[in-house]
């Protein structure tokens, strides 16, 4: 046994001893132990047996300027020093969360000059919840309770947040949805779109706003939240028609729209926000993520003026945590917003390495397995099917998580949801690193054919 092996097997042990880990099968896990990653630099990960992987989902959606940036290092060291922990309640605040409130409206759309600090995005969607009942209470309407999110988005884990999210996975666990939460239809083509055609498909799933608002009664809805486009949901980009055709529903009766940036935020899509790429214009927008490139934990909700005028008019809100705005935090997301404004890491990327992480990911569109490619900025996903033209999956034999194990086994974090691949590399790959990626991309495709054919062949 090396003395790779010997800690490697150290650390499973105690995972399958003591730890708890979000999202994960705990009977498999102990099985099989979890892999451990131990160092990042750029875009790559090692784990403890010394294998470099390149990280195409940038940690989990969040490593927007990279792995090993010592500025983040050296802001985080600098303000422990100065002022480890206060924090924003009753009346205090101190400079790093105010010089974020600045930094992050100079960024955002315009008129949406407020911050509300969280300590991550389901927090920042239990903020939404509990902001847009009290801004309708204040507003004489405290019936406006209900919103609306989608089937199949994501939100977050903690009650509020999962509950706002559509997956029936966690509706099951716990009691979930909490009461005065509806769902509307994802504007997935690709899915479940069948014979309609996508720009027909998109108004199909944006009159389904219009109907649940007529159904539920204008006078009880007090907002609807979506992602620009959804991410752990399988990066499901929206047919061109479905953004126009929300705006002009939202525009018809008076309900708040939320706007989820915690993936698309800080440049995912080539824009600041994924609010600005479509135009959307929202009243709220909750954030996380990239706002520290995941450093550090932080989230947040970006409030439109005439939303925060009546909440300053409101009295108390009496809403909060310890770590709102925690100063070690925001020292690192200011410094993280420095880097990404002073090196152009988002203008960079929509207008160079974007468009050819596209280009190639597309390639990979003539392979037998791959029914479509699709993509926007730093996001992209791949269908696994068995039918090209009846976009017909493999039934339950799990082909993504065999893709999957296959792209971890050979150096590459690509995840899957169900039968879709999906990937978010760093704003600052290379070039040379996007082929790397898709390189490797296309051999674990090959690799999964391979083992399906051998599958049917026994
Ligand atoms: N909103 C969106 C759109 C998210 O993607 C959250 C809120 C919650 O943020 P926190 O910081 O509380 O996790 C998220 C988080 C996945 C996966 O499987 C995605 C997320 C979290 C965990 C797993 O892709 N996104």
Known sequence: MSVNDSRTQHWQALSGEHHLAPFSDYGQLKEKGPRIITRAQGVHLWDSEGQKILDGMAGLWCVAIGYGREELVDAAQRQMRELPYYNLFFQTAHPPALELAHAITEVAPEGMSHVFFTGSGSEGNDTVLRMVRHYWALKGKPQKQTLIGRINGYHGSTVAGASLGGMSGMHAQGGLPIPGIAHIPQPYWYGEGGDMTPEAFGIWAAEQLEQKILELGEDQVAAFIAEPIQGAGGVIIPPDSYWPKIKEILARYDILFVADEVICGFGRTGEWFGSDYYDLKPDLMTIAKGLTSGYIPMGGVIVRDS??????????????????????????????????????????????????????????????????????????????????????RYEGQGVGMICRNFCFANGLVMRAVGDTMIIAPPLVISH????????????????TLQSLERAIDR
């Open 307 to 392: 939303v925060a005028q009546v909440l300053a008019e409101g009295g108390e809100f009496t809403h909060g945590f310890t770590y709102s705005g925690h100063p070690v935090a925001a020292a690192v997301g200011l410094e993280n917003l420095r880097i990404l404004r002073e090196e152009r890491i988002i203008e960079r990327a929509r207008t160079e390495t974007a468009p050819y992480l596209q280009q190639r990911l597309r390639e990979l569109q003539d392979h037998p397995l791959v029914g479509e490619v699709r993509g926007l900025g730093m996001l992209g996903a791949i269908e696994l099917v068995k039918d090209k033209a009846t976009r017909s």
């Open 432 to 447: 040379e690193e996007i082929d790397e990626l898709v390189e490797k991309a296309r051999r674990c495709l090959d690799l």
